[in-house]
């Protein structure tokens, strides 16, 4: 189905409008620098200057551009029928959202209605491997307990829906409503072999079904890498603003719309940050600065090209003129110092502009291989964001899980109050169950008649999970130099050559304490150091559940001043380990 203004006079009347008023934004866009260099990538350049960047397009022609291949795509990916494992259910999360069957990517069509928030996911119902690609849809009242929906957007022959955005169009900017109370409206890329084009289609009842616009695409550049918009009302200029990506030219472009139908260039952000092969899924959003005030962040997903490999979302803290982005530095920043959280979306419509992403909690390197067989993909908690000063003054993003307490249920009692060096506590952990840890720690001075070592030159503090097959998962602090390690190698339930399994992060350098909140739920492990300003993602598989939590000081005693252990709830009705 199909849709248009509901009055055609309204509709020429706003094309006209647009078109006139567009045009007057437009000659600003184009007279910023950055667009009048993009317009012409192939034009000569004067001698010295610098080729725009651009990436070889893909050799797979018969799928979407981009850089993870979707055997899904391929004649007879499908045809198999999809088996369902021992190891679907004990690695299935319990309170990570997950899809029933197929295979899931990123988050998508982030918004608040009003009354529910809705997920939409990019979803292969047919196959666990990417293509074919979906809107998959679950919807909640409190971003933790899902309900599964119908599919929202399928692929058509026009081509998959790839990564989009939801909004809600309540004045009826676009006219494609017909009562005055609007609607819900998403902005998507269909994708197919020779292009990626910008669609929109509209919801009549909030967000369950959608009907594509007659007049589809609604932004077309005549590209096979032009993808992932997300779209914005921006308020001081009382216009939508678009973010899109370039893919293969590692630009960000930003467009204006007053009708959400008629776009019109404003400016190109980069190529800027991290070097890679596609960028992906750029999102903008106005974030709170603790203490006061608020920076504009613009994410950008860059696959692969990750320092810790593959995908990885940068982000970069600036102003936004409702134009241009503008950074603040040329300093980027990284989402996670794991390398499990991808194609960070954010949610609109927010009450009181809550700063909130979810992540797809996935890697692009070994998504598509992982141990389990009729569904695969899973999404991060949701994370409310802040932006805070770290020790050297600069603004960087500070994530925690949104609403968590919520889902604690019996405590597992875990008195620790000191550990001398050399020595450990240890709790058993009921198996299967999704846990939070709460820890607090200061590792003493270091004794001055100690010799230096290989345990570190102040003390190190380790946390594991582990069990009695050998298997350890660990987290640990080293005081001397403020550096918080993950290693995950030490689980035997799935090997691939990109599945590194170490990760390290700095937190505060001459600081022996830290602070940390573990969430871990079967296949996921997500870490929260320092409030958040560090942190780390990442899949984990043992063979055995882990039963066991050890804390441990190596080098110099701690002093442990909380440590706290929750069971938590299970959000959803899936066949899982409990
Ligand atoms: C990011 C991405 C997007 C694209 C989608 C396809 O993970 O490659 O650029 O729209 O996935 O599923």
């Given at each position: 189905m199909t849709n248009t203004p509901s009055d055609p006079t309204r509709r020429r009347a706003l094309s006209s409008f647009v078109a006139s008023s567009l045009a007057a934004i437009g000659t600003v866009?184009?007279?910023?620098?950055?667009?009048?260099?993009?317009?012409?990538?192939?034009?000569?350049?004067?001698?010295?200057?610098?080729?725009?960047?651009?990436?070889?397009?893909?050799?797979?022609?018969?799928?979407?551009?981009?850089?993870?291949?979707?055997?899904?795509?391929?004649?007879?990916?499908?045809?198999?029928?999809?088996?369902?494992?021992?190891?679907?259910?004990?690695?299935?999360?319990?309170?990570?959202?997950?899809?029933?069957?197929?295979?899931?990517?990123?988050?998508?069509?982030?918004?608040?209605?009003?009354?529910?928030?809705?997920?939409?996911?990019q979803y292969d119902p047919f196959a666990p491997y990417a293509g074919h690609v979906h809107w998959g849809h679950a919807s909640s009242t409190d971003m933790l307990h899902w309900k599964d929906q119908p599919i929202a957007i399928p692929e058509t022959e026009a081509g998959e829906a790839f990564t989009g955005?939801?909004?809600?169009?309540?004045?009826?900017?676009?006219?494609?409503?017909?009562?005055?109370?609007?609607?819900?409206?998403?902005?998507?890329?269909?994708?197919?072999?020779?292009?990626?084009?910008?669609?929109?289609?509209?919801?009549?009842?909030?967000g369950q079904s959608f009907t594509e616009y007659t007049h589809n695409p609604v932004l077309d550049i005549g590209s096979n890498s032009f993808r992932d918009p997300q779209v914005i009302f921006h308020k001081p200029t009382n216009q939508w603003v678009m973010v899109v990506a370039k893919s293969r030219l590692h630009q960000i472009a930003f467009y204006a719309s007053i009708d959400l139908i008629h776009w019109v260039h404003l400016s190109d952000f980069g190529p800027s940050g991290l070097f890679g092969v596609d960028y992906e899924c750029p999102n903008l959003i106005e974030v709170p600065v603790e203490g006061g005030?608020?920076?504009?962040?613009?994410?950008?997903?860059?696959?692969?090209?990750?320092?810790?490999?593959?995908?990885?979302?940068?982000?970069?803290?600036?102003?936004?003129?409702?134009t241009r982005f503008i950074p603040d530095d040329t300093v980027i920043g990284l989402t996670d110092f794991a390398k499990d959280a991808y194609a960070l979306q954010v949610y609109g419509n927010m009450p009181k502009a809550e700063a909130v992403s979810i992540a797809w909690l996935g890697n692009w390197q070994y998504c598509q291989e992982l141990p389990t067989q009729s569904w695969r993909g899973c999404m991060t908690l949701p994370r409310?964001?802040?932006?805070?000063?770290?020790?050297?003054?600069?603004?960087?993003?500070?994530?925690?899980?949104?609403g968590l307490e919520t889902l604690r249920d019996t405590a597992i009692?875990?008195?620790v109050k000191r550990i001398a060096a050399g020595s450990s506590a240890q709790v058993a952990l009921p198996p299967g169950k999704a846990l939070e840890l709460l820890l607090f720690v200061t590792v003493d001075e270091r004794p001055r008649d100690l010799p230096l070592g290989d345990k570190g030159r102040t003390g190190r503090f380790v946390i594991t999970f582990g069990n009695d097959q050998g298997e350890t998962l660990t987290i640990g602090f080293d005081a001397f130099s403020g550096q918080l390690w993950l290693d995950r190698d030490e689980l035997k339930g799935f090997a691939?050559?990109?599945?590194?399994?170490?990760?390290?992060?700095?937190?505060?350098?001459?600081?022996?304490?830290?602070?940390?909140?573990?969430?871990?739920?079967?296949?996921?492990?997500?870490?929260?150091?320092?409030?958040?300003?560090?942190?780390?993602?990442?899949?984990?598989?043992?063979?055995?559940?882990?039963?066991?939590?050890?804390?441990e000081a190596n080098g110099a005693g701690a002093t442990v001043e909380r440590v706290e252990l929750f069971q938590l709830r299970k959000v959803m009705e899936r066949e899982t380990a409990v």
């Open positions: 866009g184009l007279s910023s620098k950055a667009s009048a260099d993009v317009s012409s990538p192939t034009s000569t350049n004067a001698p010295g200057k610098p080729t725009p960047a651009q990436a070889p397009d893909s050799l797979r022609k018969d799928e979407p551009n981009a850089s993870h291949p979707s055997p899904a795509d391929q004649p007879g990916a499908t045809v198999r029928p999809i088996v369902k494992t021992g190891s679907d259910v004990f690695y299935r999360p319990t309170v990570h959202f997950s899809p029933t069957t197929g295979f899931m990517n990123d988050p998508n069509g982030l918004v608040f209605d009003g009354e529910r928030y809705h997920l939409y996911y955005c939801a909004v809600m169009d309540r004045a009826n900017a676009s006219g494609l409503f017909e009562n005055s109370k609007g609607g819900m409206v998403a902005l998507y890329t269909r994708a197919s072999p020779d292009r990626q084009a910008q669609y929109l289609a509209t919801s009549h009842d909030n005030g608020s920076r504009w962040v613009l994410f950008v997903s860059v696959n692969p090209g990750g320092p810790t490999g593959g995908s990885i979302t940068q982000y970069f803290v600036g102003q936004f003129d409702g409310t964001m802040t932006l805070r000063r770290d020790f050297a003054g600069w603004l960087r993003l500070a994530q925690t899980p949104r009692a875990f008195e691939q050559p990109f599945f590194t399994g170490q990760f390290s992060t700095v937190l505060n350098p001459d600081d022996r304490h830290f602070e940390i909140r573990v969430v871990l739920d079967a296949c996921t492990l997500e870490i929260f150091a320092n409030g958040g300003l560090s942190v780390g993602t990442a899949l984990i598989f043992p063979v055995s559940p882990l039963d066991f939590l050890r804390l």
